[in-house]
């Protein structure tokens, strides 16, 4: 079983950058993305990004944040600029179809 591990969290103003990343602990061939959740919130999808590096992107973060990966690494990042407070919560990787990581805390101060 694959293993996740996120990093790259933290406390930041409103316009400023985080760079979040994933680090499998094996090759992952299959779709990886990036979830969050807000307090009292579902989990919802921030951005998908294939093998191949076909992307995908919630309206919310289009233009904002930018998901990659670097299959010889086996890791998977999210760049996230202009950050705003809406933008808290905790973010999760995710290797489809369904195993998750432990998750990193995103916390935007206004």
């Known amino acids: 079983q694959v293993r996740l591990v996120e990093s790259g969290g933290g406390l930041v103003q409103a316009g400023g950058s985080l760079r979040l990343s994933c680090a499998a602990s094996?090759?992952?061939?299959?779709?990886m993305g990036w979830y969050r959740q807000a307090p009292g919130k579902a989990r919802e999808l921030v951005a998908t990004?294939?093998?191949?590096?076909?992307?995908n992107y919630a309206d919310s973060v289009k233009g904002r944040f930018t998901i990659s990966r670097d299959n010889a690494k086996n890791a998977v990042y999210l760049q996230m600029n202009s950050l705003k407070p809406e933008d808290t919560a905790i973010y999760y990787c995710k290797r489809d179809p369904g195993t998750w990581g432990q998750g990193t805390q995103v916390t935007v101060s206004s």
């Open positions: 094996r090759i992952v061939v299959n779709t």
């Open positions: 990004i294939t093998f191949g590096g076909t992307t």
